[in-house]
Structure formats: structure tokens, C-alpha cells
């Protein structure tokens, strides 16, 4: 009778043990320097949140109850990427002031999320160190892409990692350098068939904020700075400060600044709100048909915001201008001695 009370003590133990670590992630650590008194542990697609509280030492401890996946934490000012499965218990530790550099991640089930850290320092080192990457050769950008793949795969075979999550990132790192090709190869295309000097595709008819509509050729004679940008793009809004002040710079001088909204029409009614609320300066127009107009096309546009830059005839200066918050975009407006 004893060996049965004890086997079914035994039993009950393996079920009780078995269900407390798969019901549930323990994720624990200390922020050194921290930016606030919390973390934020969230899933946007799973509806998922969760706020742990960060003591005065740095400290945190908490249990949640998740979907396997990946995760976002938030420190009150900087982001990291987490890979959490119920049964886990990761610790996380780092630096706010040094927060990529000395994000770690240890414990039962931690490896996914260290490998996460490490990709992240993989990335931002590889495009440090080849900041114009798209603008190489194509000898040598596959040389360097090739290389900087295979150095991710090695990552991600040198450690035991779960099997959902590294076919996840086999596919992720299949799709990255495609898309990077694709990108490569749009660069190199911009710079054959829009080359300096060449004629710049027109577009004809753009409605103009103040009235009536506007066409390149309306705007012959000065040198045209365009921005193609849309309500809904979070980038785009952030350069509009950096553009006011440099619209501002040189608002006596021979320019125009050209602002087209590819907005689709249904939100046209918020284009002119914005417009109006955020008392947007230079020429305010909106395409005929956002993403699939002409001029869109022709300039092979995939991602906004986007700079054109012209000169006085209508020739391309530059596909693909500096940004009004980069510094340079002034020494190049400067050099026109307008």
C-alpha cells in the first residue's frame, strides 16, 4: 500500500510540476541606468500586454501566460525583441545608457531571445561598416550580402534552438536578402534610367491645396525639391519639421518646394486637414492616383518618404535626394548657387 501512495504521490508531483512550468513564462532581470519604473511586455497581433514593474534597484520579476512568440520590451525609451514560450524562465539584463551592446538574455528557454540580441548587433555593425551597401557594384554587393548571410545562418545553427523558431528565421533570412536584391537592383536601375541630366518623368493636373491644379512643366524655370510622402506614413511626418526650416532657409531663392500627397482618394479629406492643421508651406498637391500614378512609376518608388530634386529645365539633379533632416541636403542646395 506504502508503494502505491508513494507511486501516486510521485505521479501527482510529475503532473503538478508539469503544469506549473508549462502554464506559465517567469521573466526576471535588472536594467542598470534605467529609464523608468516599468517594463512593457506586448504582442500588438495577440492583443497581448503586459506592465512588470521595475524597482529602484533596477529589478524586475513577473510570471505571464503567453502565446509562444515573439514579444516587444519596452524600457520607456528603447525596444527589444523577445522570444517567449510558456515553461520559460529568462533573465534579461542591460545597460540603458548601452542598451543594444549589453542586452543579455539567460535561463531556461532564453537562447531564442539571445539570439535575437545577437542578430540585432550582427545588423547594425554589418550596415556601419557598409553604409553604401546599395550603391556598390553588383560583383561586390554579393559578395558582401553573401558573406553577411552566411554569418547569420551560423549564428542561428551554432546553438539548440526550437524548431518553430529557427524555420521562422531561415524563412525571415530568406526573405531579407531577397528584398535587399530587390533593392540593390532598384538602385542600379534609378541610376541607368534616371541618370543626372536626363529628363525627369512629368506628371500633369495634380490638384493644388490653394486651388486648381499644378504640373511639372508649371514649375520650369526655378529648381524643383519634391517630396512624396502620405498622411498615413509616420517617417514622412517626421521630416516635415526639418522641411519647414530649410523651406524657410531659402524661401528667397530660385525653388520650389513640392509636396505630393499619394494618399489614396478616399483619405483626401484628411490630406487637406492636415494640410491645414499642420500649416504646410510650398506647394501642396496630391496625385492622381497614389501609389499607381505616372510619376510614381516612373520614378520607381517602393518605399516614402521620397526626394526628387530638378533643375531649372526640368532635368534630374537627383532621383533620390537627401533628406530635408539630413545635413547634407543644404550643402547640396547651397552648391546651386541659386
Not at 83 to 93: H, I, P, R, S
Not at 255 to 282: N, R
Not at 295 to 300: A, E, H, N, R, S
Request: charged content about 30%.
Amino acid at each position: 500500500m506504502k508503494k502505491i501512495i508513494y507511486a501516486a504521490m510521485v505521479s501527482l508531483a510529475i503532473v503538478s510540476c508539469k503544469k506549473e512550468s508549462n502554464d506559465f513564462v517567469t521573466l526576471s532581470g535588472t536594467i542598470t541606468n534605467k529609464n523608468s519604473d516599468s517594463l512593457v511586455i506586448s504582442n500588438r497581433q495577440k492583443g497581448f500586454k503586459k506592465v512588470i514593474k521595475v524597482d529602484e534597484n533596477g529589478s524586475f520579476k513577473d510570471t505571464m501566460k503567453v502565446d509562444d512568440g515573439y514579444f516587444r520590451a519596452f524600457d520607456g525609451k528603447e525596444m527589444a525583441t523577445l522570444y517567449l514560450k510558456n515553461g520559460a524562465e529568462v533573465n534579461m539584463t542591460l545597460d540603458a545608457k548601452e542598451f543594444d551592446e549589453t542586452l543579455k538574455f539567460t535561463g531556461k528557454g532564453a537562447d531564442e531571445s539571445a539570439f535575437l540580441a545577437k542578430f540585432g548587433l550582427l545588423q547594425e555593425a554589418f550596415f556601419n561598416e557598409n553604409k553604401n551597401l546599395f550603391d556598390l557594384p553588383q560583383e561586390e554587393f554579393d559578395s558582401k550580402l553573401s558573406t553577411y548571410v552566411k554569418d547569420l545562418n551560423t549564428a542561428l545553427t551554432s546553438v539548440s534552438l526550437d524548431s518553430a523558431f529557427s524555420a521562422g528565421q531561415k524563412s525571415d533570412l530568406g526573405r531579407m536578402e531577397e528584398y535587399y536584391k530587390k533593392m540593390h537592383n532598384q538602385k542600379l536601375m534609378i541610376k541607368t534610367k534616371l541618370a543626372k541630366g536626363t529628363p525627369s518623368p512629368i506628371f500633369e493636373n495634380y490638384e493644388n491645396f490653394k486651388g486648381g491644379t499644378t504640373s511639372l512643366a508649371d514649375l520650369k524655370g526655378k529648381y524643383v525639391y519634391i517630396d512624396l510622402w502620405a498622411t498615413w506614413c509616420n517617417p514622412c511626418k517626421r521630416e516635415i519639421p526639418f522641411l519647414q526650416k530649410v523651406e524657410k532657409q531659402f524661401h528667397d531663392k530660385d525653388i520650389e518646394f513640392v509636396s505630393i500627397s499619394i494618399d489614396q482618394k478616399k483619405d483626401h479629406d484628411t490630406w487637406k486637414k492636415m494640410v491645414e492643421d499642420k500649416a504646410l508651406t510650398g506647394v501642396q498637391l496630391f496625385a492622381d492616383n497614389d501609389w499607381k500614378s505616372q510619376f510614381v512609376q516612373d520614378y520607381m518608388v517602393s518605399g516614402i518618404p521620397r526626394f526628387i530634386l530638378l533643375d531649372k529645365e526640368g532635368n534630374i539633379i537627383s532621383p533620390d535626394a537627401p533628406r530635408p533632416s539630413s545635413p547634407e541636403l543644404v550643402e547640396v542646395l547651397n552648391a546651386l548657387n541659386m
